[in-house]
């Protein structure tokens, strides 16, 4: 039997047989029976999909494509001879595999700090006393008791309830508290029965208890949770893309290895043996050593960025993922809202006033006008702030953290009632000794109303009720107006009617407010709600919703100028959900609303068309998100879906990126997302979002950087190569390993810090065909960078040796001539690159409009080459090794005035394509 069946059975099934169903009764179950039932069903508890191996975890740093490809080229590079390279580039790889693991590891400690756990207590009835006991020790048949402020231990039938109102926005993303009470009723969307409880909601009113029908992975909760753990995660496309790269290269790489192998043979005359190893020195020349730890460690640098932009990120490329995305699969509540139902407007028959402030306490007033009113300046407005201040269970109490939110004892709908009041001056603590509660008639979701019944005078007493519009008016034969009180006409209630339908259309929920005077020498302890809720006067409305948060309106418009989609997909109502997306900006007022109802009999076709236009997704059930998630990426997005409830969590895993909410967000949504907001907050989407995109593009800045210094690395076989021996190697391994390994380094992780372009965020997503190795960055760094560095190292190199009677002298291949011509051709590829990194800054727009100096990082890098450089010259011992000797002081001045006119050549190109683009 499938789990909607089972919840039907125990949803309309008479209590008895419940009861005899889960051979329990009203006064529990016994410790033994418990115990045997423990034992047959397990813990109620939430199992967390089997995680992977540490040493698994540890392991799979190492053996990404490019990880491979850097163990092969140090086995190539030991087998052709050069046996410290090999070994230096082994010791690159275990370092940067130990560097991810340590961040990545870093990253899940903070996010297991983040995740609360299911409720530890429960109080359940066993032999028929009540005891408190480990939530976890909780099984099918146990009662157990409720109350305001409990979380929701398991599934469970309600067996008595008293104006219980539940919050399953974890479950179904509903802003709004469902009310619950023994009477079954079907209800509107997923888990709306009335009589039925679910695992992880949250008891935010009322009292009562519950027979448990279902603990730990057989909840819906469990249930969830286990759809998540089964969906294979997709690796991501910097993954995929960084794969293709190493492809590349390594073609590259082995197809120059073959050429040079060739030439090698029949132009050199080499015997095959020497032409293999020479072979092999050429395709170990070509690999990028340095860029496999310059990627790990600039996307940890974005990890800690977005770090302190609040967005807590489990995975590296992660960072970059966030970058391409496409489309934002949103939730609602809590994520664009606040999860904080607030009083807008309240309406009277003789004003309308508008209610200001964010809803929390002493934050706002009441106006007309624009001019702040108190609750007893006006007669109508006075007696409705009493009405909805006494007729009331909700407590409010302040933050004990400066600016921080206060605590709600009761429902939201209630603490904004309590919060408008307070708004107004009104003090109910101390009104309530004037007006003391004589009765209370609670909260059913029959008649949707409250009431209840004060003192007023020594002779009277006063019914004050609050309820739905339409099960309110329908009591009331009277109206205030300016005070005074007179019969209610048809043209009253029209008026009335139209003022509610417009609120309705606004997306706004209004709540009717009446009162009736009575004789205190009635039996009011007798007095029945048909009797008490009846010839009411009907004061006004009040119109309250789950307001938006107010950064997300900049941050849902820097999303459109991103040409990023936002998908609005809500367990909330259609009109609900609409209103709140046109008001922030989401869509227009055009947009289709498509419910969890509608999306049933829709095929993936035609839901993939319907992704492609304005849409929003109303009233949707877990599985139904996922869809929505699937049918995007089949579309070709990229998609981050947020969220914060466990029906969030299938969505969030497979999404290419899912967002937690970490302060409102479950464990079960926590572990499953990529990223988690510490602050709960939409706009460090945005903020992650140009960090991913900055990422991206840094990460292609050194791409170029790294690569054009392969270009006259490759220059010294080829020139002893074609000279037939006659030219002596300008450079020599160790001076190779020098630049990839050292000099690089620095300034290659100054460019992934580098700042986002000011323009990352009105430019559209890049395409899934636009690769890290594009024509751009082959023409760049192969031709243009490569070439113009490869002429001047090798003009260097022939230059000491012309100041040393070369061509009328053979070239050396040793002693000190030598020595200061192949330190003159690796200084002049390490200055070269100086000029590279800061060319490199910036793809279109002059270094000097951006700011010279305004990347501290890169001129560390700078610093550094310049002072690894020299202790490579001057240091006994490591001359010898590097093949390197002290320059002259013309050799110092030539170096340092090079980056000039490199600079000087790209900004002219620069200012050339601007030109060309804008004419």
């Given at each position: 039997m499938d789990e909607k069946k089972i919840r039907a059975l125990y949803a309309q099934n008479d209590i008895s047989e419940v009861f005899a169903n889960l051979k329990s009764s009203a006064n529990g179950l016994s410790e033994a029976e418990a115990e045997k039932r423990l034992q047959k069903y397990g813990p109620n508890e939430i199992k967390k999909a089997e995680a992977e191996s540490m040493w698994k975890n540890f392991f799979k740093n190492f053996t990404s494509m490019m990880a491979i490809l850097l163990w092969i080229s140090g086995v190539i590079?030991?087998?052709?001879?050069?046996?410290?390279?090999?070994?230096?580039?082994?010791?690159?790889?275990?370092?940067?595999?130990?560097?991810?693991?340590?961040?990545?590891?870093?990253?899940?400690?903070?996010?297991?700090?983040?995740?609360?756990?299911?409720?530890?207590?429960?109080?359940?009835?066993?032999?028929?006393?009540?005891?408190?006991?480990?939530?976890?020790?909780?099984?099918?048949?146990?009662?157990?008791?409720?109350?305001?402020?409990?979380?929701?231990?398991?599934?469970?039938?309600?067996?008595?309830?008293?104006?219980?109102?539940?919050?399953?926005?974890?479950?179904?993303?509903?802003?709004?508290?469902?009310?619950?009470?023994?009477?079954?009723?079907?209800?509107?969307?997923?888990?709306?029965?009335?009589?039925?409880?679910?695992?992880?909601?949250?008891?935010?009113?009322?009292?009562g208890r519950a027979i448990a029908f279902a603990t730990g992975m057989q909840t819906e909760f469990g249930r969830i949770a286990q759809l998540t753990q089964k969906e294979e995660k997709t690796e991501s496309p910097l993954t995929n893309e960084l794969s293709r790269l190493t492809k590349q290269i390594s073609i590259i790489a082995v197809t120059i290895g073959v050429i040079f192998l060739i030439a090698a043979i029949f132009v050199v005359k080499y015997p095959f043996a020497k032409a293999f190893i020479f072979g092999l020195g050429m395709i170990v020349a070509f690999i990028p050593e340095g860029l496999l730890p310059t990627v790990t460690l600039s996307l940890a640098q974005g990890v800690r960025r977005m770090a302190k932009k609040h967005a807590l990120v489990k995975e590296l490329n992660s960072v970059e993922t966030l970058g391409e995305t496409t489309v934002i699969c949103s939730d609602k509540t809590g994520t664009l809202t606040q999860n904080q139902m607030t009083i807008h407007y309240i309406w009277t028959p003789a004003n309308e006033y508008h209610v200001t402030g964010n809803g929390y306490v002493n934050n706002g007033q009441i106006e007309l006008n624009n001019k702040q009113l108190w609750y007893d300046e006006n007669p109508d407005l006075h007696k409705l702030v009493q009405i909805a201040a006494l007729d009331n269970d909700t407590s409010v109490e302040p933050s004990k953290k400066k600016g921080g939110r206060p605590k709600i004892l009761g429902t939201p709908t209630e603490a904004s009632l309590i919060i408008m009041a307070?708004?107004?001056?009104?003090?109910?603590?101390?009104?309530?000794?004037?007006?003391?509660?004589?009765?209370?008639?609670?909260?059913?979701?029959?008649?949707?109303?409250?009431?209840?019944?004060?003192?007023?005078?020594?002779?009277?007493?006063?019914?004050?009720?609050?309820?739905?519009?339409?099960?309110?008016?329908?009591?009331?034969?009277?109206?205030?107006?300016?005070?005074?009180?007179?019969?209610?006409?048809?043209?009253?209630?029209?008026?009335?009617?139209?003022?509610?339908?417009?609120?309705?259309?606004?997306?706004?929920?209004?709540?009717?407010?009446?009162?009736?005077?009575?004789?205190?020498?009635?039996?009011?302890?007798?007095?029945?709600?048909?009797?008490?809720?009846?010839?009411?006067?009907?004061?006004?409305?009040?119109?309250?919703?789950?307001?938006?948060?107010?950064?997300?309106?900049?941050?849902?418009?820097?999303c459109h100028q991103a040409k990023i989609r936002i998908i609005m997909v809500t367990g909330d109502s259609k009109l609900t959900a609409k209103s709140v997306a046109v008001q922030i900006g989401l869509t227009s007022d055009k947009a289709r609303v498509i419910s969890g109802n509608e999306l049933d009999q829709m095929s993936d076709e035609e839901l993939r068309k319907a992704l492609k236009e304005e849409v929003i997704f109303a009233r949707v059930a877990p599985e139904q998100k996922y869809r929505i998630v699937k049918n995007c990426q089949a579309n070709g997005e990229i998609v981050a879906a947020t969220g914060d409830g466990v029906n969030d969590a299938p969505a969030l895993k497979q999404a290419d990126i899912?967002?937690?909410?970490?302060?409102?967000?479950?464990?079960?949504?926590?572990?499953?997302?990529?990223?988690?907001?510490?602050?709960?907050?939409?706009?460090?989407?945005?903020?992650?979002?140009e960090e991913g995109r900055a990422a991206y593009s840094n990460i292609r800045k050194f791409l170029t950087y790294i690569l054009t210094a392969n270009v006259p690395e490759a220059f010294p076989p080829i020139l002893f190569l074609f000279s037939g021996g006659l030219i002596p190697l300008p450079m020599t391994v160790m001076q190779i390993l020098t630049v990839d390994l050292g000099t690089d380094i620095l300034p290659a992780l100054g460019l992934g810090a580098e700042a986002a372009d000011p323009d990352v965020m009105n430019q559209p997503p890049r395409k899934r065909s636009d690769h890290l190795l594009n024509k751009q960055v082959i023409l760049r760094a192969f031709v243009w960078y490569g070439l113009l560095e490869s002429i001047i190292s090798t003009g260097a190199y022939f230059f000491v040796n012309h100041q040393n009677g070369w061509p009328i002298q053979a070239l050396a291949a040793s002693g000190p001539v030598y020595m200061r011509a192949t330190t003159m051709f690796l200084g002049a590829i390490v200055f070269a690159q100086i000029a590279n990194v800061l060319n490199c800054r910036t793809n279109k727009i002059s270094i000097f409009k951006k700011g010279l100096f305004s990347n501290k990082n890169i001129w560390f890098g700078i610093i550094f080459e310049i002072l690894l450089f020299l202790f490579l010259t001057v240091t006994p011992g490591i001359q010898q090794l590097f093949h390197t000797t002290i320059l002259n002081a013309s050799d110092w001045i030539f170096l340092f005035l090079l980056p000039i006119p490199l600079v000087l050549i790209d900004e002219a190109r620069k200012w050339l394509m601007f030109h060309r683009k804008n004419n």
């Amino acid at each position: 039997m499938d789990e909607k069946k089972i919840r039907a059975l125990y949803a309309q099934n008479d209590i008895s047989e419940v009861f005899a169903n889960l051979k329990s009764s009203a006064n529990g179950l016994s410790e033994a029976e418990a115990e045997k039932r423990l034992q047959k069903y397990g813990p109620n508890e939430i199992k967390k999909a089997e995680a992977e191996s540490m040493w698994k975890n540890f392991f799979k740093n190492f053996t990404s494509m490019m990880a491979i490809l850097l163990w092969i080229s140090g086995v190539i590079a030991i087998f052709s001879g050069t046996l410290e390279l090999g070994i230096a580039i082994w010791l690159v790889n275990i370092i940067n595999g130990l560097f991810s693991f340590w961040q990545e590891r870093a990253a899940k400690r903070a996010t297991d700090a983040l995740n609360s756990m299911l409720p530890t207590y429960v109080q359940v009835i066993r032999d028929g006393k009540k005891k408190q006991i480990d939530s976890k020790q909780l099984v099918p048949g146990d009662v157990f008791v409720l109350q305001a402020g409990n979380r929701v231990p398991a599934d469970a039938r309600i067996i008595t309830a008293t104006s219980m109102q539940v919050d399953q926005s974890a479950l179904n993303g509903e802003s709004v508290p469902e009310s619950k009470t023994t009477k079954y009723q079907p209800g509107e969307g997923s888990y709306a029965e009335s009589n039925l409880i679910y695992s992880g909601t949250t008891v935010v009113g009322g009292n009562g208890r519950a027979i448990a029908f279902a603990t730990g992975m057989q909840t819906e909760f469990g249930r969830i949770a286990q759809l998540t753990q089964k969906e294979e995660k997709t690796e991501s496309p910097l993954t995929n893309e960084l794969s293709r790269l190493t492809k590349q290269i390594s073609i590259i790489a082995v197809t120059i290895g073959v050429i040079f192998l060739i030439a090698a043979i029949f132009v050199v005359k080499y015997p095959f043996a020497k032409a293999f190893i020479f072979g092999l020195g050429m395709i170990v020349a070509f690999i990028p050593e340095g860029l496999l730890p310059t990627v790990t460690l600039s996307l940890a640098q974005g990890v800690r960025r977005m770090a302190k932009k609040h967005a807590l990120v489990k995975e590296l490329n992660s960072v970059e993922t966030l970058g391409e995305t496409t489309v934002i699969c949103s939730d609602k509540t809590g994520t664009l809202t606040q999860n904080q139902m607030t009083i807008h407007y309240i309406w009277t028959p003789a004003n309308e006033y508008h209610v200001t402030g964010n809803g929390y306490v002493n934050n706002g007033q009441i106006e007309l006008n624009n001019k702040q009113l108190w609750y007893d300046e006006n007669p109508d407005l006075h007696k409705l702030v009493q009405i909805a201040a006494l007729d009331n269970d909700t407590s409010v109490e302040p933050s004990k953290k400066k600016g921080g939110r206060p605590k709600i004892l009761g429902t939201p709908t209630e603490a904004s009632l309590i919060i408008m009041a307070e708004k107004a001056g009104f003090d109910k603590q101390r009104v309530l000794v004037k007006y003391p509660r004589l009765k209370e008639l609670p909260f059913d979701s029959d008649r949707k109303r409250m009431s209840t019944i004060n003192r007023w005078n020594d002779t009277q007493a006063i019914v004050l009720t609050k309820g739905s519009f339409s099960d309110t008016i329908g009591r009331c034969d009277q109206i205030q107006v300016n005070g005074q009180v007179r019969a209610m006409t048809d043209d009253d209630r029209l008026r009335v009617k139209k003022v509610n339908a417009d609120y309705a259309a606004r997306g706004l929920r209004s709540m009717a407010l009446a009162y009736r005077i009575i004789p205190k020498n009635e039996q009011i302890n007798n007095l029945t709600v048909d009797d008490a809720e009846n010839h009411l006067i009907f004061v006004g409305l009040v119109s309250m919703s789950d307001p938006p948060r107010p950064e997300v309106y900049n941050a849902v418009k820097k999303c459109h100028q991103a040409k990023i989609r936002i998908i609005m997909v809500t367990g909330d109502s259609k009109l609900t959900a609409k209103s709140v997306a046109v008001q922030i900006g989401l869509t227009s007022d055009k947009a289709r609303v498509i419910s969890g109802n509608e999306l049933d009999q829709m095929s993936d076709e035609e839901l993939r068309k319907a992704l492609k236009e304005e849409v929003i997704f109303a009233r949707v059930a877990p599985e139904q998100k996922y869809r929505i998630v699937k049918n995007c990426q089949a579309n070709g997005e990229i998609v981050a879906a947020t969220g914060d409830g466990v029906n969030d969590a299938p969505a969030l895993k497979q999404a290419d990126i899912g967002i937690a909410m970490g302060l409102s967000g479950t464990d079960v949504a926590k572990d499953t997302a990529n990223m988690i907001l510490t602050d709960d907050n939409f706009a460090s989407i945005v903020a992650a979002i140009e960090e991913g995109r900055a990422a991206y593009s840094n990460i292609r800045k050194f791409l170029t950087y790294i690569l054009t210094a392969n270009v006259p690395e490759a220059f010294p076989p080829i020139l002893f190569l074609f000279s037939g021996g006659l030219i002596p190697l300008p450079m020599t391994v160790m001076q190779i390993l020098t630049v990839d390994l050292g000099t690089d380094i620095l300034p290659a992780l100054g460019l992934g810090a580098e700042a986002a372009d000011p323009d990352v965020m009105n430019q559209p997503p890049r395409k899934r065909s636009d690769h890290l190795l594009n024509k751009q960055v082959i023409l760049r760094a192969f031709v243009w960078y490569g070439l113009l560095e490869s002429i001047i190292s090798t003009g260097a190199y022939f230059f000491v040796n012309h100041q040393n009677g070369w061509p009328i002298q053979a070239l050396a291949a040793s002693g000190p001539v030598y020595m200061r011509a192949t330190t003159m051709f690796l200084g002049a590829i390490v200055f070269a690159q100086i000029a590279n990194v800061l060319n490199c800054r910036t793809n279109k727009i002059s270094i000097f409009k951006k700011g010279l100096f305004s990347n501290k990082n890169i001129w560390f890098g700078i610093i550094f080459e310049i002072l690894l450089f020299l202790f490579l010259t001057v240091t006994p011992g490591i001359q010898q090794l590097f093949h390197t000797t002290i320059l002259n002081a013309s050799d110092w001045i030539f170096l340092f005035l090079l980056p000039i006119p490199l600079v000087l050549i790209d900004e002219a190109r620069k200012w050339l394509m601007f030109h060309r683009k804008n004419n």
